[in-house]
């Protein structure tokens, strides 16, 4: 059987990343995969304490709740991150643990668990999908030098009106997010050898 780790960056359970992660996760499963998902918003959390304990070892010295990604992750056929844009980067609780990531190369960043599928999905509020290329062309790059595969990297723009009287969510933007959800649960079948 398959196996697709997730890891959702957004802190919003309800929030357009997660439901995008949802839809990759409904089409893996679809396909017959088993599915474990990382909640990176989870409180117990730490992050990279830096003791490079992974120079050394494949695996992190730090015990807590994402201890069980490293065996996941080993185990996986693909892996699939989702993320919000805050100020033009992933979110805070992502970067945490892209930093812990670390383990999975080695000497001369020489990748430990290379040739897994990859997904990205990312969302802003912005329509200009300038404002967070940046910031996802360097974890879409990072990943790829871990040996991973990016087979598709989803971009959902105009998420929120920031100046309505009401916090609002772009009406105009729905055509686009039920086209992006396909778009993700197809890239979660598609997963599925
Ligand atoms: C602290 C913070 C910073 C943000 N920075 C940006 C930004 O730099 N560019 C942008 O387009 N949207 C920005 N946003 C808006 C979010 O990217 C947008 O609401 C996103 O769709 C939230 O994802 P979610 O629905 O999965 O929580 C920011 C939101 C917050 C809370």
């Known amino acids: ?34 599915i474990i998902e990382f909640d990176l918003n ?6 990279c304490q830096g003791c490079f304990y992974c120079r050394t070892h494949d695996g992190c010295a730090v015990k807590d709740y994402l201890q069980p990604m490293y065996k996941a992750i080993t ?11 805050y100020y033009y980067q992933i979110t805070g609780q992502a970067k945490i643990w892209l ?3 670390f383990p999975m190369v080695g000497d ?4 430990r668990h290379s040739g897994k599928k990859l997904i990205t999905i990312f969302t802003q509020g912005s329509q200009n999908p300038e404002m ?31 100046h309505s009287e009401k916090l609002g969510r772009y009406d105009s ?7 992006l959800s396909l778009r993700a649960f197809k890239d979660g079948e598609n997963l599925v050898r």
């Open 1 to 34: 059987m398959s196996k697709v780790v997730i890891f959702n960056g957004s802190p919003r359970k309800n929030g357009y990343t997660t439901k995008l992660l949802e839809q990759v996760a409904k089409g893996a499963k679809s396909k017959g995969a088993e």
């Open 42 to 47: 989870d409180s117990g959390i730490r992050g």
């Open 75 to 85: 185990e996986a056929d693909a892996i699939v991150f989702g993320s919000p844009i």
């Open 99 to 101: 930093d812990r990531t």
């Open 108 to 111: 001369n960043f020489a990748p």
């Open 132 to 162: 967070g290329a940046e910031g996802i062309k360097f974890v879409n790059n990072m990943l790829a030098a871990y040996g991973w595969k990016l087979e598709d990297s989803i971009l959902c723009c105009g998420t929120t009106n920031f």
């Open 173 to 179: 933007n729905l055509e686009q997010f039920e086209e």
